[in-house]
């Protein structure tokens, strides 16, 4: 008997921004209400322009607004009976402000996975791997050629492993690419389709 929960994954759109916002405002963060204020914005903030602890969650809730009305943010909503149960946030490499670009000549090739927020009552239950083969297909789609993530090496609760755990990755097909710090950077050649 499998433990792999089935859930509807949906691609954020404009007309799911309420269900983003809902679920963001109200289960995203129910353990750790302290990064509550980050609305899944903190790799696209200009940093330069303004330290991210001066960040207000009304302007972060703003600007991811703003992006996902513009089709500017990309990724996925897991639902279970009509409920937001998880997000992934998978976006091309260069949409990610806080990724350097200098030192990567493939970036344009590059589709990036920063995030996951999955629902405590649904963890375990495959729905991280159901978001991660979405965000595989979706950089498919949109031509990129790499599936790139971080995945960090020294997670100690499941919440900490918001980018990933390192075990979900390499039983998908990535390949550990290079250590960096606290990180190990995974990455994964995506096999376009007809």
């Known amino acids: 008997m499998s433990d792999r929960l089935e859930v509807l994954i949906r691609e954020l759109t404009p007309d799911l921004l309420p269900d983003y916002l809902d679920y ?9 209400p302290e990064w509550a204020k980050c ?16 960040r207000t969650a009304d302007e972060n809730r703003l600007a991811v607004s703003q992006l996902i009305q513009n089709r500017e943010m990309h990724g996925y909503l897991a639902y279970t009976n009509d409920r937001v149960v998880g997000w992934c946030n998978a976006n091309p490499r260069r949409s990610f402000l806080s990724l350097s670009d200098e030192n990567e000549p493939l970036a344009d090739q590059i589709g990036s996975i920063v995030c996951f927020n999955v629902l405590p009552a649904y963890r375990g239950q495959g729905v991280a791997t159901q978001l991660l083969h979405a965000a595989c297909t979706g950089f498919t789609r949109q031509g990129l050629e790499i599936a790139e993530a971080y995945p960090r090496n020294d997670t100690l609760s499941s919440t900490s492993n918001y980018h990933g755990p390192l075990s979900m990755y390499l039983s998908a ?7 960096l710090g606290e990180f190990t950077i995974v990455r994964k050649k995506l096999i376009p389709t007809d």
């Open 173 to 179: 097909g990535f390949e550990r690419f290079r250590e």
């Open 24 to 32: 963001f405002d109200h289960d995203a963060f129910v353990e750790h």
């Open 39 to 54: 609305y899944c914005y903190f790799y696209f903030a200009p940093h330069h322009l303004k330290d991210w602890e001066e």
